[in-house]
């Protein structure tokens, strides 16, 4: 029995990176209860505008996540999370994606991106744009840094909530 019991135990923590996208232990599909004991400081309120991706929020500005202090909105559909949101400095960047390759796995596409503004002399400034996406089981996690930008993103989510969540109805 005890020989089971550490089988069982030894391939829970050899578990793959990537298992599930979350934050601080709130998943995809997690309940708001369950959003309010993992981030206690949260503030969850109904949608200030009708979508059918989601009908509440939840945002917390101070969240320690892979070392890197974060800001994240969480956004919930009959009670459950849809999607979330992640704003971190982007001087954090190379540490926050660091992190995420290991704790989420191997990104589907990791791109470096320079768009021209098309504008010439000294007023031209190209912008340097770094995109890297994890995609699993209809679940995806995109971080977006605008390289000159101070903040960066990163929207986690499953289904068309990226299209739908600002839709007028």
């Known amino acids: 029995?005890?020989?089971?019991?550490?089988?069982?135990?030894?391939?829970?923590?050899?578990a793959p990176a990537g298992a599930a996208y979350d934050i601080r232990a709130v998943r995809l599909?997690?309940?708001?209860?369950?959003?309010?004991?993992?981030?206690?400081?949260?503030?969850?309120?109904?949608?200030?505008?009708?979508?059918?991706?989601a009908d509440r929020r939840c945002d917390?500005?101070?969240?320690?996540?892979?070392?890197?202090e974060v800001r994240v909105t969480l956004?919930?559909?009959?009670?459950?999370?849809?999607?979330?949101?992640?704003?971190?400095d982007t001087k954090e960047l190379?540490?926050?994606?660091?992190?995420?390759?290991?704790?989420?796995?191997k990104p589907a596409s990791e791109t470096r991106d320079t768009y021209h503004s098309g504008k010439a002399g000294k007023d031209s400034k190209d912008r340097q744009v770094?995109?890297?996406?994890?995609?699993?089981?209809?679940?995806?996690?995109?971080?977006?840094?605008?390289?000159?930008?101070r903040v960066a993103s990163m929207l986690v989510y499953r289904g068309t909530f990226d299209e739908e969540i600002y839709r007028v109805q």
Do not use: I
Not at 1 to 12: D, E, K, N, P
Not at 97 to 102: E, S, V
């Open 1 to 14: 029995m005890s020989r089971l019991l550490l089988a069982v135990f030894a391939a829970l923590l050899a």
């Open 29 to 53: 599909g997690s309940a708001e209860s369950d959003v309010k004991r993992a981030l206690p400081s949260a503030h969850c309120k109904a949608l200030e505008w009708k979508s059918k991706a």
């Open 60 to 68: 917390d500005s101070r969240v320690v996540f892979g070392g890197v």
């Open 75 to 88: 956004y919930l559909k009959n009670d459950a999370v849809e999607a979330f949101d992640v704003r971190f």
């Open 94 to 105: 190379e540490r926050f994606t660091t992190f995420l390759k290991t704790h989420y796995g």
């Open 130 to 149: 770094y995109k890297v996406l994890w995609e699993k089981d209809g679940e995806r996690a995109a971080l977006t840094a605008q390289l000159e930008k």
